[in-house]
């Protein structure tokens, strides 16, 4: 088997008047964070939708192939029944329903008669809960809750899904330092649990301390991927390849 979990191949995908990805490749290792950079549109948010199917199979050209399948997905519900969950910058959560509706939301967890089974549903909820370092009531209506604990029931939401990629769009974006740092610990738990990660970030503090490898992109193609620990991986060359020009020229 190969070491690559997630292999992107030559992804163009077109828009009315605009080319978004152009031939774009991308290898992500099995159980690494591997960061994807760029300047804002560059296609980086574009070539997740892809793999995640929001933006179907025969809608773009090139191949994505995963668990060394090639996989075809027609909508985001394929992706998720493979192990693949995205989360958004955007977070999908419903405010006024509780944490454990939104974790367990179109996958509701029933009983006799197909009804749903709270008492089991919450105590799932609060297992999820405790894994992704929260310790919540699940029954808190979800609005109640700061930005980045909400950024935490998603990932609970996703590891309700058995995810085995997980990507995160700018997850800390909205966060202040203290829950980015939290963020980034539980990524690390994850890894060693054997989850694989693509975060899109434009914190390249964050790239550095996190990532395994980064890959650059820019006007909607690959420009190189970064090994993190080698002594080139600098921010300054990624700030470099994702801008084109030296830094003094900035």
């Given at each position: 088997m190969t070491q690559n979990i997630l292999e992107m191949r030559s992804i163009t995908k077109t828009f009315p008047g605009v080319k978004a990805l152009s031939d774009v490749t991308l290898e992500v290792a099995r159980g690494e964070v591997h960061a994807i950079c760029g300047e804002n549109g560059a296609g980086k948010s574009t070539l997740m939708k892809v793999l995640s199917g929001v933006y179907p199979h025969g809608s773009y050209d090139g191949d994505i192939v995963?668990?060394?399948?090639?996989?075809?997905?027609?909508?985001?519900?394929d992706s998720e029944a493979k192990g693949i969950v995205i989360i958004h910058q955007e977070l999908a959560l419903v405010p006024y329903a509780s944490v454990a509706e939104n974790i367990f939301l179109g996958n509701e967890q029933r009983g006799a008669g197909g009804l749903i089974d709270w008492n089991?549903?919450?105590?799932?909820?609060?297992?999820?809960?405790?894994?992704?370092?929260?310790?919540?009531?699940?029954?808190?209506?979800?609005?109640?809750?700061?930005?980045?604990?909400?950024?935490?029931?998603?990932?609970?939401?996703?590891?309700?899904?058995?995810?085995?990629l997980l990507i995160l769009d700018e997850p800390t974006a909205a966060l202040n330092d203290s829950d980015s740092e939290h963020l980034l610990d539980l990524l690390r738990e994850l890894q060693r649990e054997g989850i694989t990660s693509i975060m899109i970030s434009h914190k390249l503090n964050e790239i550095a301390e996190i990532a395994d490898r980064t890959t650059i992109i820019r006007d909607g193609r690959t420009i190189e991927t970064l090994d993190m620990s080698a002594p080139t991986a600098t921010q300054d060359r990624i700030i470099?390849?994702?801008?084109?020009?030296?830094?003094?020229?900035r």
């Amino acid at each position: 088997m190969t070491q690559n979990i997630l292999e992107m191949r030559s992804i163009t995908k077109t828009f009315p008047g605009v080319k978004a990805l152009s031939d774009v490749t991308l290898e992500v290792a099995r159980g690494e964070v591997h960061a994807i950079c760029g300047e804002n549109g560059a296609g980086k948010s574009t070539l997740m939708k892809v793999l995640s199917g929001v933006y179907p199979h025969g809608s773009y050209d090139g191949d994505i192939v995963f668990e060394n399948e090639v996989v075809e997905f027609r909508d985001i519900r394929d992706s998720e029944a493979k192990g693949i969950v995205i989360i958004h910058q955007e977070l999908a959560l419903v405010p006024y329903a509780s944490v454990a509706e939104n974790i367990f939301l179109g996958n509701e967890q029933r009983g006799a008669g197909g009804l749903i089974d709270w008492n089991k549903t919450n105590h799932m909820a609060a297992a999820l809960l405790a894994r992704v370092g929260l310790k919540e009531n699940p029954t808190t209506p979800v609005g109640f809750l700061g930005v980045g604990k909400q950024q935490l029931i998603e990932i609970a939401k996703a590891l309700s899904k058995d995810v085995r990629l997980l990507i995160l769009d700018e997850p800390t974006a909205a966060l202040n330092d203290s829950d980015s740092e939290h963020l980034l610990d539980l990524l690390r738990e994850l890894q060693r649990e054997g989850i694989t990660s693509i975060m899109i970030s434009h914190k390249l503090n964050e790239i550095a301390e996190i990532a395994d490898r980064t890959t650059i992109i820019r006007d909607g193609r690959t420009i190189e991927t970064l090994d993190m620990s080698a002594p080139t991986a600098t921010q300054d060359r990624i700030i470099k390849g994702m801008v084109g020009r030296d830094l003094e020229h900035r």
